[in-house]
């Protein structure tokens, strides 16, 4: 199946003209359209930029060949874009919400989720995209008539929604969050800018979350094959990598294992975006939607894999989850750097003197709750450099992460 490098616009796209707005009014810009401002937005802000040094496997300084999550960020954007353009979707909006989807993301990657998770748990815990939200829409500081960025509508509802409806009509919590209920910085926002919790997202956010999953199957298998995690002999046991390592064999007898792994990162981006593209014009075809409204009220999700992707996607996960997230290299160093954090959170609630002045400033310190969540935002605002550096200031002994990693 050839990629189609542009298609026209479907009717069921969200258009810029049509925004539901922004939270604070603002005129107009001459020469961006209003979900390429969000783009823009998002690029220059802070949050953004210390995307560069935090983690998505592996901490920085193990490599300057892994991904970080900015790189994984980008690639994320140009898969989004890629499909927005073959289903005649708004890639500005596709990529302004592959852009900002990890942004809450914590130092250290999940170990760092973890963490914060525990440490506020009395305060209805850590999420990374109720985190994203609250950076988004309060804790940039870069305005002077607003707090946060401003984005449109169209945007926060992605960023919330972009894995599905958060409840069903009734406001009870679904999907992931049925069991522990919304996180409470997504139902305090809700109640200032209705995002239609129950709803599925548009069509740009549905691209933005498949767009993640591709670009993590095939980029960390390319960063476990890199470290030496596993061969290409192993993942060839996911029937999928499998079919590419043989076609790849085919093609081009005795390659070189460089060549082989490009190749096989390559070759399954490509197969994941046409498998997409294939069962969301099956789907649009049974559903007909009409509008970006009816994209929302659909009962299951218009962009999607078919079923036979579904399952490999679930099998390179259980295969990287076995062989490199549970790797025993992998989890020596994520325990340590959840020390790292738990250590930092207990430390900053003991003594809040020790806190930037405009991270301590305006809350009350007999306010547990409030304390617990600014402590909270600024720890996960920290690379994972900055963390390390952060601790030793306060601690005889900070873990040398290098060093276990070797």
């Known amino acids: 199946m050839a990629i189609e490098t542009g298609s026209a616009r479907a009717v069921y796209a969200a258009d810029p003209r049509q925004s539901r707005g922004r939270r604070y009014a603002e005129a107009p810009s001459p020469t961006r359209n209003d979900f390429r401002r969000d783009c823009d937005r998002i690029i220059h802000s802070t949050a953004f930029r210390r995307l560069a040094h935090k983690t998505q496997v592996f901490v920085y300084h193990e490599g ?21 353009r073959a289903l005649g979707l708004d890639e500005d909006l596709a990529e302004a919400l592959a852009l900002a989807h990890d942004l809450g ?16 748990a009395r305060y209805g815990g850590f999420d990374h995209n109720a985190q994203a939200l609250r950076i988004v829409t309060d804790l940039e500081r870069g305005y002077p008539d607003f707090d946060g960025l401003n984005l449109t509508w169209e945007t926060l509802e992605g960023l919330v929604k972009h894995n599905g409806p958060l409840t069903d009509r009734a406001g009870r919590a679904a999907g992931r969050y049925a069991a522990h209920g919304v996180p409470v910085p997504i139902l305090d926002y809700n109640k200032v800018q209705d995002l239609e919790l129950w709803s599925f997202a548009g069509a740009e956010a549905q691209v933005a979350a498949l767009a993640d999953d591709i670009a993590y199957d095939a980029h960390d298998i390319d960063d476990g094959l890199r470290a030496g995690l596993f061969t290409i002999d192993d993942i060839a046991s996911v029937g999928i990598v499998g079919r590419l390592v043989d076609d790849i064999e085919a093609a081009h007898p005795r390659l070189d294992a460089q060549h082989r792994t490009h190749e096989i990162v390559r070759g399954l981006i490509t197969r994941m975006i046409e498998g997409v593209i294939a069962e969301t014009k099956a789907r649009t075809a049974v559903l007909k939607p009409r509008s970006a409204a009816d994209v929302r009220a659909a009962p299951q999700p218009l962009v999607a894999f078919s079923q036979p992707m579904l399952a490999a996607d679930g099998d390179i996960k259980a295969f990287l989850l076995k062989h490199m997230y549970r790797h025993g290299r992998v989890m020596r160093i994520m325990d340590d750097a959840e020390r790292v954090l738990r250590d930092l959170f207990n430390h ?21 709750g409030a304390l617990a969540r600014r402590i909270g935002d600024y720890v996960a605002g920290m690379t994972d450099r900055y963390a390390l550096i952060e601790h030793a200031k306060y601690f005889d002994e900070t873990p040398q992460l290098l060093e276990r990693a070797t």
């Open 64 to 84: 300057d060949h892994y991904r970080t999550r900015l790189t994984h960020t980008l690639e994320v954007a140009q898969i989004a874009r890629s499909l927005a």
């Open 348 to 368: 900053y609630a003991r003594k809040t003197t020790d806190l930037p002045l405009e991270w301590a400033e305006g809350v009350d310190a007999r306010d547990e």
């Open 105 to 120: 993301h914590p130092p250290f990657g999940h170990a760092g989720e973890r963490a914060l998770d525990d440490r506020l």
